[in-house]
C-alpha cells in the first residue's frame, strides 16, 4: 500500500450511521383511500431509470397498502421552499387505527392536503391527484411490490410513469426537457432539507446545456 493509500485511509472513520439518506429527492406521494379520498405523503427513498421510478416504502405504510389495493400514484416533486409542508407531514398517518409500530411518533391525520396547506390538482389520467404548488409531478402506475429488507419491513415498489406534468417556469421554452438552471429538487440530507448548490458542469450526454443557457440568456 503506497503512502497516499495510507493517507486517505487514515482520514476515514468506520462508522455505524443509523441512517443512509445520503442526499435523495424529497417526493410527495398521492394515492386513493379505501373511501377515494387523497392520501399525501412525503418520501425520499426512490430512483428513476427511463420512464421508471422504484419507491421504497415501510411494509406497513398506508401508501404501500393504498397501492397494493390501486396501484395509481402521483410522484410530485417539490422545490426546496417548500420544505415546512413536506415537514408539516412528516408526523401524520392516513392509517387508522395507527399501527403499533408507528404509535410513539405519529398521529392520525384524514385530511393531508389540509394540513399541510397544499392543494389537490387533477391528474390527466391516474385518479390520485397532483399536487398543485410542486412544480413536476409524475402521474404513474405501480407494476409491482416486492419485499425488501432482511426482514421484509420494506416494499420496493416499481412504478411506470404514464404523464408528466411541469411548471412552464421550469421548462426549456421550445422543448420537451425540464431547464437544469431554473429547477431545484428538495433534497433531504440525513434529515436534513437542502436545495442544490450551482451547478458545476454537466454530463456529456446532456440535451439542455446549450438550449437552457440560451434561454437564460434570452431571459
Given amino acids: 500500500m503506497n503512502t497516499a493509500t495510507v493517507g486517505a485511509a487514515a482520514r476515514h472513520l468506520d462508522i455505524s ?3 443512509l439518506y445520503f442526499g435523495t429527492p424529497v417526493a410527495l406521494l398521492t394515492t386513493l383511500n ?15 431509470l427511463g ?3 422504484v419507491l421504497g416504502l415501510g411494509r406497513d405504510s398506508h401508501t404501500a397498502r393504498n397501492l397494493q389495493a390501486r396501484p395509481e400514484l402521483v410522484i410530485n416533486l417539490p422545490s ?5 409542508a413536506v415537514e408539516a407531514l412528516a408526523p401524520l398517518t392516513g392509517a387508522d387505527p395507527v399501527p403499533d409500530a408507528k404509535k410513539a411518533l405519529y398521529r392520525h ?3 393531508k392536503f389540509g394540513a399541510a396547506g397544499l392543494s389537490p390538482l387533477e391528474s390527466a389520467v391516474v385518479a390520485p391527484p397532483c399536487v398543485a404548488e410542486c412544480p413536476l409531478q409524475l402521474e404513474a402506475v405501480a407494476r409491482s411490490l416486492t419485499p425488501g429488507g432482511a426482514d421484509g419491513h420494506f416494499r420496493v ?15 426549456v421554452p421550445g422543448t420537451q426537457h425540464i431547464d437544469p438552471g ?10 436534513h432539507y437542502h436545495g442544490l448548490a450551482p451547478e458545476l458542469g454537466h454530463n ?4 439542455t446545456a446549450d438550449g437552457a443557457a440560451a434561454g437564460h440568456r434570452a431571459g
Fill in 17 to 19: 450511521p443509523s441512517i
Fill in 34 to 48: 379505501d373511501d377515494g379520498t387523497p392520501n399525501l405523503a412525503p418520501m425520499s427513498s426512490a430512483w428513476a
Fill in 109 to 111: 391525520e384524514g385530511d
Fill in 182 to 191: 431554473a429547477w431545484s429538487p428538495l433534497i433531504y440530507n440525513f434529515r
Fill in 80 to 84: 426546496p421552499d417548500l420544505w415546512p
Fill in 204 to 207: 456529456f450526454r446532456s440535451e
Fill in 51 to 53: 420512464r421508471s421510478v
Fill in 157 to 171: 415498489i416499481e412504478c411506470e410513469v404514464v404523464h408528466v406534468h411541469a411548471a412552464a417556469s421550469i421548462v
